[in-house]
Protein backbone atom coordinates (compact mmCIF):
# COMPACT_ATOMS: atom_id res chain seq x y z
CA UNK A 1 0.00 0.00 0.00
CA UNK A 2 0.86 3.67 -0.59
CA UNK A 3 -0.47 6.97 -0.48
CA UNK A 4 -0.62 9.31 -3.22
CA UNK A 5 -1.25 12.85 -3.26
CA UNK A 6 -2.90 14.97 -5.56
CA UNK A 7 -1.23 18.06 -4.63
CA UNK A 8 -2.28 20.71 -6.56
CA UNK A 9 -4.34 23.13 -4.26
CA UNK A 10 -4.08 19.82 -1.01
CA UNK A 11 -4.31 21.45 1.74
CA UNK A 12 -3.43 18.10 4.05
CA UNK A 13 -0.06 17.46 2.48
CA UNK A 14 2.06 17.80 5.78
CA UNK A 15 -1.08 16.17 7.80
CA UNK A 16 -0.57 13.15 5.58
CA UNK A 17 2.80 12.73 5.83
CA UNK A 18 3.06 12.71 9.26
CA UNK A 19 0.52 9.94 9.37
CA UNK A 20 2.52 8.08 6.36
CA UNK A 21 5.98 8.47 8.50
CA UNK A 22 4.11 7.09 11.89
CA UNK A 23 2.58 4.49 10.32
CA UNK A 24 5.88 3.92 7.97
CA UNK A 25 3.69 4.02 4.70
CA UNK A 26 5.53 4.70 1.53
CA UNK A 27 3.75 8.51 0.16
CA UNK A 28 3.96 10.15 -3.15
CA UNK A 29 3.19 13.24 -3.71
CA UNK A 30 1.91 14.59 -7.33
CA UNK A 31 1.94 17.39 -8.67
CA UNK A 32 2.63 19.95 -11.78
CA UNK A 33 5.56 21.83 -12.94
CA UNK A 34 3.38 25.20 -11.72
CA UNK A 35 2.53 23.55 -8.11
CA UNK A 36 6.14 21.82 -7.29
CA UNK A 37 5.83 20.74 -3.73
CA UNK A 38 8.52 18.75 -2.42
CA UNK A 39 8.48 17.39 1.03
CA UNK A 40 11.17 15.26 3.04
CA UNK A 41 9.92 11.31 3.55
CA UNK A 42 7.79 11.65 0.14
CA UNK A 43 8.86 10.95 -3.37
CA UNK A 44 7.42 14.04 -5.54
CA UNK A 45 6.68 13.33 -9.29
CA UNK A 46 6.23 16.61 -11.17
CA UNK A 47 4.01 16.37 -14.13
CA UNK A 48 4.17 18.60 -17.51
CA UNK A 49 1.16 21.32 -16.95
CA UNK A 50 -2.18 20.91 -19.06
CA UNK A 51 -5.59 19.97 -17.89
CA UNK A 52 -5.83 16.61 -16.14
CA UNK A 53 -2.00 15.98 -16.29
CA UNK A 54 -2.04 15.25 -12.99
CA UNK A 55 -4.82 13.05 -12.48
CA UNK A 56 -3.76 10.61 -15.42
CA UNK A 57 -0.19 10.62 -14.27
CA UNK A 58 -1.89 9.30 -10.81
CA UNK A 59 -4.29 7.25 -11.85
CA UNK A 60 -1.91 5.17 -14.01
CA UNK A 61 0.75 4.44 -10.69
CA UNK A 62 -1.68 3.23 -8.18
CA UNK A 63 -2.97 0.04 -7.49
CA UNK A 64 -6.08 -1.93 -5.34
CA UNK A 65 -5.31 -0.69 -1.94
CA UNK A 66 -3.41 2.17 -2.31
CA UNK A 67 -4.73 5.30 -0.70
CA UNK A 68 -5.76 8.44 -2.83
CA UNK A 69 -5.76 11.88 -1.26
CA UNK A 70 -7.98 14.34 -3.65
CA UNK A 71 -10.54 16.88 -4.04
CA UNK A 72 -11.11 15.89 -7.56
CA UNK A 73 -14.80 14.14 -7.88
CA UNK A 74 -13.55 12.54 -11.69
CA UNK A 75 -10.21 11.49 -10.25
CA UNK A 76 -11.94 10.06 -6.93
CA UNK A 77 -14.23 8.03 -9.68
CA UNK A 78 -11.36 6.69 -12.27
CA UNK A 79 -9.34 5.83 -8.81
CA UNK A 80 -12.32 3.55 -7.59
CA UNK A 81 -12.59 2.08 -10.82
CA UNK A 82 -8.55 0.16 -9.75
CA UNK A 83 -9.95 -0.23 -6.71
CA UNK A 84 -8.17 2.38 -4.56
CA UNK A 85 -9.21 3.72 -1.43
CA UNK A 86 -10.01 7.39 -1.92
CA UNK A 87 -10.08 10.27 0.80
CA UNK A 88 -10.85 13.89 0.36
CA UNK A 89 -9.39 16.98 2.50
CA UNK A 90 -11.96 16.96 4.77
CA UNK A 91 -12.13 13.18 5.81
CA UNK A 92 -15.30 12.23 3.36
CA UNK A 93 -13.76 8.87 1.99
CA UNK A 94 -15.34 8.69 -1.38
CA UNK A 95 -17.63 5.49 -2.44
CA UNK A 96 -19.22 3.58 -5.33
CA UNK A 97 -22.05 4.63 -3.04
CA UNK A 98 -21.81 8.79 -3.28
CA UNK A 99 -19.59 9.42 -6.02
CA UNK A 100 -22.87 8.89 -8.37
CA UNK A 101 -24.03 11.93 -6.74
CA UNK A 102 -20.94 14.05 -6.36
CA UNK A 103 -20.54 14.01 -10.03
CA UNK A 104 -23.92 15.44 -10.29
CA UNK A 105 -23.48 17.53 -7.64
CA UNK A 106 -20.48 18.85 -9.70
CA UNK A 107 -21.83 19.13 -13.17
CA UNK A 108 -25.02 21.31 -11.88
CA UNK A 109 -22.09 24.08 -10.75
CA UNK A 110 -20.39 24.08 -13.91
CA UNK A 111 -23.90 24.19 -15.90
CA UNK A 112 -24.98 26.96 -13.82
CA UNK A 113 -21.74 29.03 -14.11
CA UNK A 114 -21.71 28.67 -17.75
CA UNK A 115 -24.67 30.00 -17.87
CA UNK A 116 -23.27 33.23 -15.79
CA UNK A 117 -24.69 32.04 -12.95
CA UNK A 118 -22.58 32.07 -9.57
CA UNK A 119 -21.94 29.21 -6.78
CA UNK A 120 -20.66 29.74 -3.05
CA UNK A 121 -16.94 29.31 -2.79
CA UNK A 122 -15.08 27.10 -0.33
CA UNK A 123 -15.36 28.75 3.40
CA UNK A 124 -11.77 28.33 5.19
CA UNK A 125 -10.11 26.02 6.35
CA UNK A 126 -10.63 24.94 9.98
CA UNK A 127 -8.65 22.29 12.53
CA UNK A 128 -11.48 20.43 13.09
CA UNK A 129 -11.41 19.69 9.39
CA UNK A 130 -7.51 18.96 9.71
CA UNK A 131 -8.55 16.59 12.34
CA UNK A 132 -11.08 14.67 10.79
CA UNK A 133 -8.97 14.15 7.92
CA UNK A 134 -6.26 12.79 10.08
CA UNK A 135 -9.29 10.72 12.02
CA UNK A 136 -10.00 8.93 8.51
CA UNK A 137 -6.63 8.52 7.13
CA UNK A 138 -5.47 6.82 10.29
CA UNK A 139 -8.56 4.88 10.32
CA UNK A 140 -7.86 3.50 7.12
CA UNK A 141 -4.49 2.73 7.35
CA UNK A 142 -5.13 1.07 10.89
CA UNK A 143 -7.53 -1.23 8.87
CA UNK A 144 -5.21 -2.37 6.71
CA UNK A 145 -2.67 -2.92 9.59
CA UNK A 146 -5.37 -4.57 11.59
CA UNK A 147 -6.08 -6.92 8.62
CA UNK A 148 -2.35 -7.72 7.53
CA UNK A 149 -2.55 -5.82 4.61
CA UNK A 150 -0.24 -3.89 5.10
Not at 17 to 41: F, M, N, P, W
Not at 127 to 136: G, N, P, T, V, Y
Amino acid sequence: MKIYIDADGCPVVNNTLKIAKQYEVSCVIICDTAHRIERDGAETIVVSQGADSVDFRLVNLIGRGDIVITQDYGLAAMCLGKNAFVLHQDGKQYTEANISGLLEFRAIGKKIRRSGGRTKGMPKRTSQQDLAFERALEDLIQHFDKNNIL
